[in-house]
């Protein structure tokens, strides 16, 4: 399953309205990042112009046999489902959903990665990071569900990932830079 990941190349300059899950369990860890543990779970963005139409991002886990490897699946859509909502008139917001959510202030996205590992004939994709103004939000498969990292720098990717798709124009994504 082949994909070109165009979703990512659209979030940047984009606004991460939220993120929305009918669970949401969220600790700090010892180094002072959150992270939140998701299950059924939603992203929410929307274009900077004014009246420009919210775009959801609907995230699961899955478990590859016989590697045992997680990846992450993404369909992008345009309602909040299968999350409750309800549609409101706002020049800014086209929804209110009914699940626990996150949001932050400073919430444009400047960059997005997309990586992957090798799993027979395909990459298979596994964690997506997004740089927002002031952080940047590390989204990931994991064991039953999605995590996500909010951290202050750059989260360094395993040394097996991939670079499936990226906002910026490089073709190679210097580690060393973290950027």
Request: hydrophobic share 30%.
């Amino acid at each position: 399953m082949t994909t070109n990941y165009t979703y990512i190349k659209k979030l940047k300059n984009m606004h991460f309205k939220g993120l929305y899950s009918e669970r949401l369990l969220v600790y700090k860890t010892h180094k002072g990042e959150f992270q939140m543990h998701l299950s059924t779970s939603l992203l929410g963005f929307r274009p900077k112009e004014e009246n420009a139409a919210e775009k959801f991002w609907h995230m699961k886990w899955n478990e590859l046999l016989p590697s045992g490897h997680d990846v992450l699946l993404i369909r992008e859509q345009n309602t909040p489902e299968p999350l409750q909502y309800e549609e409101i008139n706002s020049p800014y917001q086209t929804y209110v959903v009914s699940a626990s959510n996150y949001s932050t202030a400073f919430n444009t996205i400047n960059n997005a990665w997309a990586y992957g590992y090798p799993e027979e004939e395909d990459i298979q994709l596994h964690t997506v990071i997004l740089e927002l103004e002031e952080s940047f939000m590390n989204i990931s498969a994991t064991p039953g569900g999605v995590t996500i990292t909010l951290t202050e720098e750059f989260p360094a990717p395993s040394e097996y990932d991939v670079i499936l798709a990226s906002t910026e124009n490089r073709k190679e994504l210097n580690r060393d830079e973290g950027s």
